[in-house]
């Protein structure tokens, strides 16, 4: 079975430009969770959602929105980049809520 | 609110050495724990995770975590490294009520290997 697959691996934006990041979680999970790692810190929470629905979000601002499609993929969207916003995006997938699968991520470079 | 505090930012081990890498949590309501692994350019892989029962709990790669309620502490042992040990190990924990919902991370720390 695939993991979790995410796309694109590596990305550069400029400041003040949107990005989209992608997740297809594996085949049957449904609830899919956004974190973001800054360089030397553990992963920081965004989003969870399941069955289509948000469940939790994270101290991050309204530039960050996400949304789980009906064959539960997931994109994450950041708005009005910053440099600060510059980080390894980890999408997680679970369908027991006790087990969630990473995967490889995203490396966003905001210049 | 959880947080978790990893107590070393590095260890550097020889080969064949022991190592405890140490992870201590506070929260208001009962927890789930993990362990998590990141290799160099890669995403995270569960390590173990402690749901309820025995308190002592192994992976199939030789780590164990002992959960220690009193202590607040979820701390990882290995008996014995090898080089391809060498990695980051992050500590998470969730709360129990809270099913899917977020897991809060430890800052991380960096197992170095040397032979």
């Known amino acids: 079975d695939a993991g979790v697959t995410q796309s694109p691996t590596h990305l550069i934006k400029t400041r003040g430009q949107h990005v989209t990041l992608r997740c297809s979680p594996i085949s049957g999970h449904k609830s899919v969770s956004w974190y973001q790692q800054v360089l030397g810190q553990g992963p920081q929470f965004i989003f969870q959602?399941?069955?289509?629905?948000?469940?939790g979000r994270g101290n991050f601002p309204d530039r960050f929105s996400a949304r789980q499609f009906p064959n539960y993929s997931s994109e994450l969207n950041v708005n009005a980049l910053l440099l600060g916003d510059s980080a390894l995006y980890l999408c997680a997938s679970s369908t027991d809520s006790y087990g969630y699968t990473f995967g490889s991520g995203t490396r966003l470079t905001v210049v | 609110a959880q947080s978790v505090t990893q107590l070393d930012s590095q260890v550097p081990v020889f080969e064949e050495a022991p190592v405890e890498l140490r992870c201590n949590y506070s929260s208001s309501v009962s927890v789930y724990l993990f362990w998590y692994v990141q290799y160099p350019n890669q995403g995270l892989q569960l390590l173990l995770k402690y749901l309820s029962g025995s308190t002592l709990v192994e992976s199939i790669n030789g780590f164990e975590a002992e959960f220690n309620k009193s202590q607040t502490s979820f701390h990882l042992r290995k008996p014995s490294v090898h080089i391809s040990d060498t990695a980051e190990y992050f500590c998470a924990v969730r709360a129990r009520w809270n099913q899917g919902g977020k897991l809060i991370f430890g800052q991380g720390t960096e197992l170095s290997v040397k032979p």
């Open positions: 959602y399941y069955e289509k629905e948000e469940r």
